[in-house]
């Protein structure tokens, strides 16, 4: 019998049998030497020992079912350590049995888990590797690219359309620099390489930097920034990776409004949640799109944008998760997207 296989159960087992058969020794005795009219003096002496004998192997179970809850006890408090990261956290199962062939199951799981983990980590870096070279390789045509550029550019000022065609090579060359530069952030996301640097931030400075930064795109466009929220409101955070992911919503809502549009950036603090909320009243998205924009390189067949690359709210979705916060968006067709940003506040930072 399986059950028989483990050491402790067969020593409760076997000390069970001691106590029945030392139960029947005592019996047989008492009922050997009192004489057959006296019989009835040894039922008092026959009871005591039944009542010893019960007693015994109450001690026996209870001694074994405590130590079966300690091993238990144990065996859930290494678990508890390898899942909050602890990868050398093990059970012990020196010995035979069931329970024990299931902790050997259980510590061959988390070998499994460990190098699987270990494979991935170096595919990440792998990767983060490649694009880093890929876009250092690139870094030195491109600059190359946009020197030529310029320089045609100062030879076309009597050729229109070579002026048009320089001007359209610039946006371009733009375009290819700015997926080199979130190609690289994002892999550094993916790879745990990315170091958040926290400190206590205010959050109406790092929205002021943001309206700076895109105040001059938003006049050429005929367009509107508007800042609202509370200068003492502060966050725990990286500062530049978080301007960097509200830059990356406040330059999506950009793309998708017209001129006299307005884009709102508003930040607000409640008991337990400090929010930044992105809203315009552009062209909204499809329904369609909703469950999709958060995905990398996604293009919508409704989208009428050919600048986006679709990098910079899957960012910007990676950096708000990293700073263990939420990002939610409500959209509307011809009426507008709001991107909602939630940062629990933890007392201990």
């Not at 024990?100 to 792998?126: D, I, P, Q, T």
């Not at 076309?156 to 048009?164: D, K």
């Not at 979705?317 to 263990?324: L, R």
Request: proline share 2%; net charge negative.
């Amino acid at each position: 019998m399986k059950v028989l296989a483990n050491s402790k159960i067969k020593a409760m087992l076997y000390k069970i049998l001691i106590c029945i058969a030392a139960f029947c020794v005592m019996t047989i005795i008492l009922i050997t030497v009192s004489a057959p009219k006296e019989a009835s003096k040894a039922v008092p002496y026959i009871f005591l020992c039944s009542v010893c004998m019960a007693v015994a192997i109450l001690i026996v179970c209870y001694r074994f079912f405590k130590k079966q809850d300690e091993i238990i006890e144990n065996a859930t408090a290494q678990i508890t350590k390898y899942i909050f990261g602890n990868q050398d956290a093990r059970i012990d199962c020196d010995e035979e049995g069931e329970l024990y062939r299931m902790f050997h199951e259980v510590n061959a799981l988390a070998s499994v888990l460990n190098a699987h983990a270990e494979n991935e980590l170096r595919s990440k870096e792998f990767l983060k590797d490649t694009i880093a070279d890929i876009s250092h390789q690139l870094k030195t045509p491109l600059a190359a690219l946009n020197i030529y550029n310029g320089i045609l550019q100062g030879e076309a000022e009597g050729s229109p359309t070579i002026q048009e065609f320089t001007e359209l090579s610039e946006q371009e060359l733009d375009r290819i620099e700015m997926l080199v530069q979130n190609l690289l952030k994002i892999t550094k996301l993916d790879a745990g390489t990315m170091m958040l640097e926290k400190a206590e931030e205010n959050v109406s400075e790092m929205m002021c930097s943001i309206e700076k930064h895109f105040l001059f795109r938003a006049e050429q466009e005929g367009k509107e920034l508007i800042l609202s929220g509370g200068d003492e409101i502060t966050l725990w955070c990286d500062r530049d990776w978080l301007i960097e992911a509200v830059s990356n919503i406040v330059k999506n809502a950009l793309d998708h409004t017209k001129k006299m549009d307005a884009i709102h950036v508003e930040w607000r603090q409640s008991a337990s949640v400090v929010q930044i909320i992105i809203k315009d009243n552009g062209s909204g998205i499809h329904p369609e799109d909703l469950y999709h924009i958060f995905k990398r390189f996604y293009r919508s067949r409704f989208s009428k944008d050919t600048q986006g690359i679709g990098l910079g709210l899957p960012l910007a979705k990676a950096i708000v998760e990293a700073h263990n916060g939420t990002i939610e968006v409500d959209s509307e067709l011809g009426a507008g997207t709001t991107f909602t940003i939630n940062f629990l506040i933890s007392p201990g930072k």
